[in-house]
């Protein structure tokens, strides 16, 4: 079978080599263990800092990306009585040690020992992959395979409005309306949110309003503090999302959080908050990482977020074209959604 391969054992014009191997047929690793046909893949933000040789976790290393993908089961394991050949699977990429601290008080996403697909181990980007039974969910027929890919990233977007503990009729003010941005949006309004998003390109902006957000405000021609107080009737929003790793963003919400508010960190940057700020308001300050039991949510909500999917997803390639969709990916065009690889 072909592997795509990021291979940073050798780097050519100062980024890993990327090409394909013949590797051999993956067998059933023990009675638990289930083994799938990939059908397609997306590649997340993680991904690209692999391909271009920047992810801490890769450096070095020969690996096979991809944890966003899903795919058919061929085999299964003795065990295993959730799936049967036939049936239509997304992949869960995270596992968890069970025994450190974060995964005794339930936090396994943290994990002190985390595994995920794809990221310092072989991922998906390959004709077959075998893992346990665990790491699999189904996914309903009426939802293609290149569709089921956006579920794992849909996760992370669940991951953060759960940590928001959104209440309905909540004002949520998130920053970046790029994939995992608008998938909050959708996530926070199917909670009963108004959610106001902040972004300055121009085609996110347009994908924003089509996606039916509350408000959509573009920070370089209006003032985003004033035009949000006026919204919330001067109270502020009680929750604010940063999915775009603004520099000045945690400063700010801590100026504009309601009493009670959350700030939630999900794109990577630093924290500045006013500590005064934080114990007047009683503020909560929590960072979002992965996702915990939301696949099964995430795929019981795909009726409301399937009619958007496909709006989300701006180009999809053949699994051939794996490396030109890796190096688009990474030219980082304003325009750009999610991208999706279909390995049939």
């Given at each position: 079978m072909k592997a ?5 054992r050798?780097r050519?014009d100062?980024r890993?080599?990327?090409y394909f191997?013949?590797?051999?047929m993956?067998i059933l ?12 893949a997306?590649i ?6 692999i391909?271009?040789?920047?992810h801490?976790?890769c ?5 096979v ?5 899903t795919?058919?089961?061929?085999e ?8 049967k050949?036939?049936?239509r699977?997304?992949?869960e990429?995270t596992s968890s040690c069970?025994?450190c601290?974060a995964c005794?008080?339930g936090?396994e ?6 595994t995920?697909?794809?990221c310092g181990?072989?991922g998906?980007w390959q004709?077959?992959v075998?893992?346990d039974e665990k790491?699999w969910h189904?996914i309903p ?6 569709q089921?890919a956006l ?9 953060a409005?759960?940590?928001a503990?959104l209440?309905p009729g909540?004002v949520?003010?998130?920053h ?12 926070a309004k199917?909670?009963?949110a108004?959610?106001i998003?902040?972004?300055i390109?121009e085609g996110?902006?347009?994908?924003a309003r ?7 405000i ?19 929003p009680?929750v604010?999302i940063?999915?775009?790793?603004i520099p000045n ?8 959080l309601?009493p ?5 960190v999900?794109a ?10 934080v ?7 929590l ?7 939301q ?5 019981s909500?795909?009726?409301i977020y399937?009619k958007?999917?496909?709006?989300i997803?701006?180009?999809i390639y053949p ?13 980082r065009?304003?325009?750009t959604g999610k991208?999706?690889?279909k390995f049939d």
């Amino acid at each position: 079978m072909k592997a795509f391969v990021i291979d940073d054992r050798e780097r050519v014009d100062g980024r890993p080599k990327v090409y394909f191997e013949e590797r051999p047929m993956p067998i059933l690793k023990n009675e638990r263990s289930v083994l799938v046909k990939v059908k397609a893949a997306g590649i997340c933000g993680s991904d690209i800092h692999i391909f271009e040789g920047r992810h801490g976790m890769c450096i070095g290393l020969k690996i096979v990306p991809g944890h966003e993908f899903t795919g058919e089961v061929v085999e299964v394991g003795s065990a295993v009585t959730k799936f049967k050949a036939g049936d239509r699977v997304v992949h869960e990429p995270t596992s968890s040690c069970g025994e450190c601290y974060a995964c005794r008080v339930g936090q396994e996403n943290v994990c002190t020992n985390l595994t995920v697909s794809g990221c310092g181990s072989d991922g998906g980007w390959q004709e077959y992959v075998v893992y346990d039974e665990k790491q699999w969910h189904h996914i309903p027929d009426w939802v293609s395979y290149v569709q089921a890919a956006l579920i794992e990233p849909y996760t992370i977007a669940a991951q953060a409005c759960s940590r928001a503990e959104l209440f309905p009729g909540d004002v949520v003010l998130i920053h970046g309306a790029g994939p995992i941005g608008l998938m909050t949006g959708q996530t926070a309004k199917s909670f009963g949110a108004t959610v106001i998003m902040s972004e300055i390109m121009e085609g996110r902006i347009n994908l924003a309003r089509e996606m039916g957000m509350d408000y959509v405000i573009n920070p370089k021609e209006t003032n985003l503090v004033k035009e949000v107080m006026k919204i919330t009737n001067g109270e502020g929003p009680n929750v604010v999302i940063d999915c775009a790793g603004i520099p000045n963003a945690s400063q700010q919400a801590g100026e504009i959080l309601s009493p009670a508010g959350r700030y939630v960190v999900v794109a990577s940057g630093p924290v500045h908050i006013d500590g005064d700020l934080v114990r007047l308001k009683a503020l909560r300050v929590l960072g979002s990482r992965q996702q915990k039991e939301q696949f099964e949510p995430v795929i019981s909500k795909l009726p409301i977020y399937v009619k958007d999917i496909d709006r989300i997803i701006s180009s999809i390639y053949p699994f051939e074209m794996s490396k030109e969709a890796f190096a688009f990916a990474s030219e980082r065009h304003p325009e750009t959604g999610k991208i999706v690889v279909k390995f049939d």
